[in-house]
């Protein structure tokens, strides 16, 4: 079961698509989007990015962080990115502890939930019944 509302968001540190070091405690003030999804390059995973892609300008008007999380290595990560001209961060996950502390393990893979941080670091929305083609328009309606 996903972390809940009100709780404070596990902070982390990781590494991006590009190798650079990524904390959640960086973007403290700002809000921030965190979805997980199982793999890179795979048919709704794909549709899902592309979502965010797609509206990605509205996130950015709205000073709201975007990052993808999976399982998946850097260099998936990389190929992905540049594949679909993402132009949000994906963060490295390989050893399952992120993906752990915001108990949406699959066994092996991140399950697709998307969680919602607002400024303070706590949990404000989650979205576990997730329809790809629409995901990144659909967290918006709840952000504002």
Request: a negative charge.
């Given at each position: ?20 070091t ?17 793999k ?60 752990k ?44």
């Amino acid at each position: 079961m996903a972390l809940t509302v009100g709780t404070i968001a596990p902070n982390f540190n990781t590494t991006d698509d590009t190798g650079k070091t990524v904390s959640l405690s960086d973007f403290q003030g700002k809000v921030v989007v965190l979805y997980f999804y199982p793999k890179d390059d795979t048919p709704g995973c794909t549709k899902q990015a592309q979502s965010f892609r797609d509206n990605y300008e509205q996130y950015q008007d709205k000073e709201i962080v975007v990052f993808g999380v999976s399982r998946d290595d850097q260099g998936s990560h990389a190929q992905f990115k540049e594949k679909y001209s993402l132009p949000f961060q994906l963060l490295v996950d390989t050893d399952g502890a992120i993906t752990k502390a915001y108990d949406v393990d699959g066994g092996g893979y991140s399950k697709r939930v998307t969680y919602i941080i607002d400024g303070e670091g706590k949990i404000s929305h989650v979205e576990d019944k997730v329809n790809t083609a629409t995901h990144a328009s659909d967290i918006l309606c709840v952000v504002g």
